[in-house]
């Protein structure tokens, strides 16, 4: 679309060219009798031009720039492309239509209109390269973001210009640009973009000691390869973290791969949240609005989270482990009754039910799924059984159908801990409102994210009415200003929070998808390996969820020397879980040992998450693998 404005703008300023061009060469200072008298005469190769200049540079690909990072060197291709047409007209004009169609041509003209060409076409974008926008973008200058991060940057030519200009315009990033390095000497000692250029580059050292410098951007991707690895090499000596920039222009349009990445330059994060200029428009929309709290966007948010979960009631609240508390107060879970539920997950899913004096009580997992083994559920039951709290564990969900039946054979609740599961499916069917009623869980490291929240689903008017009472200091619905029907919590969800819900939840499909891409692009790398067991997706996942990527490592592998390994190399992981049992006021609280519970025990023991995120690129996949492998067989 943008393409088609421009090409209608590049035949104007064209045509606007040929007009000055020929009042110049005239010297008529009336166009109106220019027109009426020279341009019927000249009309042939007025079309003609109009038509060349846009279809060349179409076809130099000016109209795939951006035009915010142009270099001079688009700008020498803009210079090529409206010489090349100046010959083309040149050519067709004088040799094809003189004297059929045109009598006699002023041969200075074609000189004045690709001189003019210039200027109008080049100074269009230059126009649009200091001016350019995107809908999305935020006047950072305006916020109060600290830039605390110290940047050096090596090479002052345009790809480290640009990337200064980008860092001072994205103060979000919070880098501050202290100086650059260079080997030109007509450079060292003058500034750039308002910044002192030092060097030569055997200065490295020198100059990361004295300005304190935190990272260097080594941005001379022209320079020989052998330039821009003993930079590296200087870097690593030092030691200094670092980061090596293909050309900006080239990054954009993933022209240029970018290589290699030195691991001693990775800052790789262990989860991260996909937030786009969208969600932080609206959050400062929010803001604007001055509701921040009980208004339209939780009411929306709601929403659109029983729509993706089929669910006819959503109620959001402040975050997984306080919408758990609330099934446990709606299941009418008391002191001494008994919940099932599985050691295998994180604290919370069991800590709710100590919030209600009631006891948890744990059912070994599935060696494969690592979800609660149904089939030992039943085993478990008792008297005071009351519920059973079936957590979704790494977006996989459980075995539902064995664990509803044997639930409707006991008379018991069942609650969905979907908190890992956003978006899943069981044979077809969204987790969340599968059983009883069930938990979505927000926090950042998330498959979407509201800051802190999570929202509750279920089927069952009673329990959402209930839900909205409880997260609201137990008032009801026809309750007046200060009257609280029952035991209530503050639980509610801010707007602010819930807004950012609301961009993220149209994005949901979207990040499942790219979840699911990083994920068997990782499963593709560690294929090779037998120390290692991927996730094994189990046939009653119709959809797969990943809330985080893991792996188990075989028997007899030290895991935790693993991740010391890792952290050596920049890559963070993280062990997943410490069976709950084992957490120490657990094990004093109900006397539960090692080896009560097997499966979850060895599990715990050999898992490890790797750092994994919506927008991770295959390279930085390519680098935790080959660095997972090398500490591995560093281990025989
Ligand atoms: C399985 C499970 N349950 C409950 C929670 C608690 O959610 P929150 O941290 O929002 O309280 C989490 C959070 O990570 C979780 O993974």
């Known amino acids: ?9 590049d035949a104007l300023l064209t045509l606007t060219s040929i007009v000055f061009s020929l009042m110049l060469r005239l010297e008529i200072s009336n166009p109106g009798y220019l027109f009426s008298r020279y341009f019927q005469s000249i009309w042939p190769f007025t079309i003609l031009a109009v038509v060349v200049r846009p279809a060349l540079f179409y076809a130099a690909g000016l109209y795939r720039r951006i035009w915010r990072y142009a270099t001079p060197r688009d700008f020498m291709t803009l210079v090529g492309a409206v010489l090349a047409g100046s010959i083309i007209l040149f050519s067709v004009t004088i040799f094809v239509f003189t004297p059929h169609l045109i009598d006699v041509f002023p041969r200075s003209i074609f000189i004045l209109e690709a001189i003019l060409s210039i200027l109008l076409l080049g100074g269009i974008r230059v126009l ?17 973001v600290v830039n605390n991060k110290r940047v050096l940057i090596v090479g002052a030519g345009n790809t480290g210009i640009n990337i200064a ?12 640009i202290c100086a650059f390095l260079d080997d030109d000497p007509k450079k060292i000692g003058m500034k750039t973009q308002g910044i002192p250029v030092f060097g030569p580059l055997i200065k490295l050292s020198d100059v990361v000691k004295k300005h304190n410098i935190d990272e260097v951007i080594i941005a001379i991707s022209e320079a020989p390869e052998q330039t821009i690895k003993n930079v590296r090499y200087m870097c690593e000596n030092i030691p200094v973290a670092f980061t090596t920039m293909p050309s900006l222009i080239s990054f954009i349009e993933g022209t240029e791969e970018w290589g290699d990445i030195p691991s001693s330059s990775l800052k790789l994060p262990m989860s991260m949240p996909d937030i786009t200029a969208e969600e932080i428009k609206a959050v400062v929309r929010v803001m604007q609005s001055r509701n921040l709290s009980i208004g339209s966007q939780t009411v929306e948010f709601e929403r659109l989270v ?20 609330m099934c446990m107060v709606a299941a009418n879970i008391k002191q001494d009754d008994e919940v099932i539920t599985t050691p295998f997950s994180f604290i919370s899913s069991a800590n709710c039910i100590l919030y209600e004096r ?33 957590v979704h564990i790494f977006g996989q969900p459980a075995d539902m ?25 069981y044979k077809g069917k969204r987790t969340g409102a599968i059983a009883k009623a069930g938990v979505f869980a927000f926090y950042p490291n998330k498959q979407m994210t509201t800051g802190e929240g999570a929202c509750l689903v279920t089927n069952d008017e009673e329990w959402a009415a209930l839900f909205r009472s409880l997260r609201n200091q137990g008032r009801d619905k026809f309750d007046g200003w200060l009257n609280h029907s029952r035991l209530g919590y503050n639980y509610r969800m801010s707007e602010i929070n819930a807004t950012l819900g609301v961009v993220q939840l149209k994005r949901l499909d979207e990040f499942l998808k790219k979840r699911n891409t990083v994920a068997m692009e990782y499963n593709k790398a560690l294929l090779t390996s037998e120390d290692l067991i991927p996730l094994k997706i189990i046939p009653t996942t119709t959809r797969m969820s990943w809330f985080v990527y893991v792996v188990r490592l075989s028997p007899g592998i030290d895991r ?26 657990y094990a004093d609280l109900f006397g539960f040992k090692e080896g009560d519970f097997p499966e979850a025990e060895a599990a715990g023991r050999s898992i490890i998450a790797l750092p994994f995120h919506t927008n991770m690129k295959v390279e930085e996949i390519s680098v935790v693998c080959r660095a997972l492998k090398s500490v591995l067989s560093g281990m025989k």
């Open 401 to 425: 159908d064995t664990i509803i039946e044997i639930a409707d054979r006991h008379n018991l609740i069942v609650i969905e801990d979907a908190c890992e599961a956003v978006g899943a499916e």
């Open 128 to 144: 649009i390269k200091v001016s350019e926008s995107y809908s999305g973008d935020i006047d950072w200058k305006k916020s109060d």
């Open 560 to 585: 935790d020397y693993v991740i010391r390994e890792m952290e050596k190399n920049g890559i963070p992981t993280r062990p997943y879980f410490t069976p709950i049992h084992l957490q120490p006021f």
């Open 1 to 9: 679309m943008t393409c088609w404005y421009m090409m209608i703008a």
């Open 306 to 325: 029983a729509l993706q979960a089929n669910a006819k009631y959503a109620v959001a609240v402040t975050n997984g482990t306080s919408a758990l508390h």
């Open 358 to 390: 009631a006891k948890p009580v744990f059912v070994d997992i599935d060696p494969v799924s690592y979800n609660i083994d149904s089939r030992k559920i039943e085993a478990a039951i008792t008297n005071r059984t009351k519920a059973i709290l079936v």
């Open 165 to 176: 200009r980008e860092l001072k315009n994205n103060l979000q990033l919070g880098m501050k």
